[in-house]
């Protein structure tokens, strides 16, 4: 299996973050995507490869235009402002309801953000540029016939929303993989060369399945493809009503208009262990197996091991192998995307027990 990964996606790098009420070191650090490939190169997995450049419009399929211009501009007009230079951090949010459009920096860091812990930095938008990148990479070698590919995503992207960012997350990457392998046909595709800009459910159509196996809920997952019948979402992570992000991931969130019924949440209790975890993964792999799509785009975060310094769950790293051997068994061309994953002495291992229990299988 091949690994994509830039080493632009080390250069966003925060000192803080602001986390149950006091400034923290910030835990999304580059050390994680380091730990990650020793570990891939230690088991010998397979070749490490840099991303090619799709430029923006794969991305813009995804993002509004507003947004991405904010992304790649924020750092520079906030300092331009005098403000400080450890990154920008919003002190006033937009809601519903309020009528005013700011055109300051200091007013849109707010509209395009949910929380704190989504700092722009000098080296942002290179890094979650180029993890956008390593998605569509890997979807392409996917696409073209592997059957698998692990994007090492960093900055993760599975709570960021069409113009949101949040949760440490900028660009939706397996968002935009799913879109990329929805509308880009492969090469004995009757379909005809899509229109990037299109984006609409139906258009260059080919059933795209996501799993989610972060420990919270990717809200800017679901978002993106609520009202979507061509792309399932199905997700298993920590119950909202005790977890971040709090206001998505109910199990009655089942999609809008076309997208009823191909949206599936599965919020789990704290402490739960690896036989609950697995039987639950099992039925949401027999959901999957039912829409029958043509790739599996899989959401992975190993922030679910119970050492994880953001998690609550008890699963032990013996977990991870049984994970990747049973999405083996959906026999789908499958896209890894990282996500999330704290605990960093053991997080090369839980990432590698995943690959290398699909891989073997």
């Known amino acids: 299996m091949q690994t994509v990964f830039h080493p632009a996606q080390l250069e966003h790098n925060p000192a803080r973050e602001f986390l149950d009420g006091a400034w923290i070191d910030y835990l999304e650090s580059p050390r994680r995507p380091r730990m990650i490939l020793d570990a891939i190169v230690q088991a010998q997995l397979g070749p490490v490869i840099v991303p090619d450049d799709f430029g923006l419009e794969p991305i813009r399929v995804v993002h509004a235009d507003p947004y991405l211009d904010y992304l790649q501009s924020a750092y520079a007009r906030w300092i331009a402002a005098g403000r400080s230079r450890d990154g920008v951090y919003p002190d006033t949010f937009y809601k519903p309801g309020f009528l005013h459009r700011p055109g300051g920096i200091g007013g849109q860091a707010g509209r395009y953000a949910f929380d704190l812990s989504a700092p722009i930095t000098a080296g942002t938008w290179p890094a979650a540029y180029w993890s956008a990148q390593s998605a569509l ?17 960093r900055p993760p992207g599975h709570h960021a929303h069409a113009d949101l960012c949040g949760g440490y997350c900028f660009l939706n990457n397996a968002a935009i993989a ?8 492969a090469a004995d595709s009757p379909l005809p060369t899509p229109d990037f800009r299109l984006g609409e459910a139906g258009v260059g159509s080919r059933q795209i399945a996501i799993l989610d196996v972060d420990f919270h ?10 009202r979507r019948s061509d792309v399932l979402f199905v997700s298993l992570h920590a119950d909202p009503d005790r977890q971040y992000p709090y206001f998505m991931g109910g199990s009655d969130e089942r999609g809008e208009g076309e997208g009823e019924g191909f949206n599936w949440n599965y919020p789990l209790p704290a402490g ?12 949401a792999c027999a959901r999957i197996a039912g829409f029958a799509p043509r790739y599996l785009v899989v959401s992975l975060g190993v922030d679910t091991f119970g050492g994880d310094p953001l998690g ?3 699963l032990g790293s013996d977990a991870f192998p049984r994970i990747g051997a049973r999405l083996a ?3 789908l061309p499958t896209v890894f995307i990282m996500e999330g994953g704290y605990a960093i002495e053991q997080l090369g291992a839980n990432v590698v027990g995943v690959l290398g229990g699909f891989a073997q299988c």
Do not use: S
């Open 217 to 226: 809920h990717g809200n800017g997952t679901q978002a993106i493809f609520y």
């Open 329 to 331: 068994q959906l026999k």
């Open 137 to 153: 990479t890997a979807a392409r070698l996917v696409r073209d016939g592997a059957p698998a590919a692990f994007a090492l995503c």
């Open 272 to 283: 739960i262990d690896d036989a609950r975890y697995l039987a639950t993964l099992d039925e």
């Open 312 to 314: 609550d769950f008890a």
């Open 178 to 185: 799913a879109e990329y392998l929805a509308q880009y046909p």
